[in-house]
Nanobody
C-alpha cells in the first residue's frame, strides 16, 4: 500500500505559477513510477506528466509541454509538479498517482496506476 498526499494547489492569475507536491508513504517510493493527472469539471481525468522510478525518464502531455516540470526526490519520497505560464484551461483537480509497473514505458492511462492521492484544486483566473 502506498499513501499519496498532494499539496500546493490554489488560486492564481493567468500567467502565474504554482508548485504542487505529492508526499508518499508506505512501500519503497523509489520503486514506483509516478505521474500527475488532472480532472476539470465535466471532463475525464487526463494525463499531465510522468517520471520514471529513478527520475531519468520524463513524459509530458502536449498541452503542458514547455510550461510544466515534473521532478522527484527519492530521499524525501516526494514528487513535484512546477507549473508556469498557467492558463484558465489548466483549472482542474490535480492528482498524484503511482504505479509499480516494470518496463521502459511511462504509462499514460489511468488504469495503469495503482495508487492515487485525494487531489488538490488548481484554479487559474482570467
Amino acid at each position: 500500500q502506498v499513501l499519496l498526499v498532494e499539496s500546493g494547489g490554489g488560486l492564481v492569475q493567468t500567467g502565474g505559477s504554482l508548485r504542487l507536491s505529492c508526499a508518499a508513504s508506505g512501500r519503497t517510493f523509489s520503486r514506483y513510477k509516478m505521474a500527475w493527472f488532472r480532472q476539470a469539471p465535466g471532463k475525464e481525468r487526463e494525463f499531465v506528466a510522468a517520471i520514471s522510478s529513478g527520475g531519468g525518464r520524463i513524459d509530458y502531455a502536449d498541452s503542458v509541454k514547455g510550461r510544466f516540470t515534473i521532478s522527484r526526490d527519492n530521499a524525501k519520497d516526494t514528487v513535484d509538479l512546477q507549473m508556469n505560464s498557467l492558463k484558465p484551461e489548466d483549472t482542474a483537480v490535480y492528482y498524484c498517482a503511482a504505479t509499480a509497473s516494470t518496463g521502459w514505458a511511462l504509462p499514460r492511462a489511468k488504469f495503469q496506476y495503482d495508487y492515487w492521492g485525494q487531489g488538490t484544486q488548481v484554479t487559474v483566473s482570467s
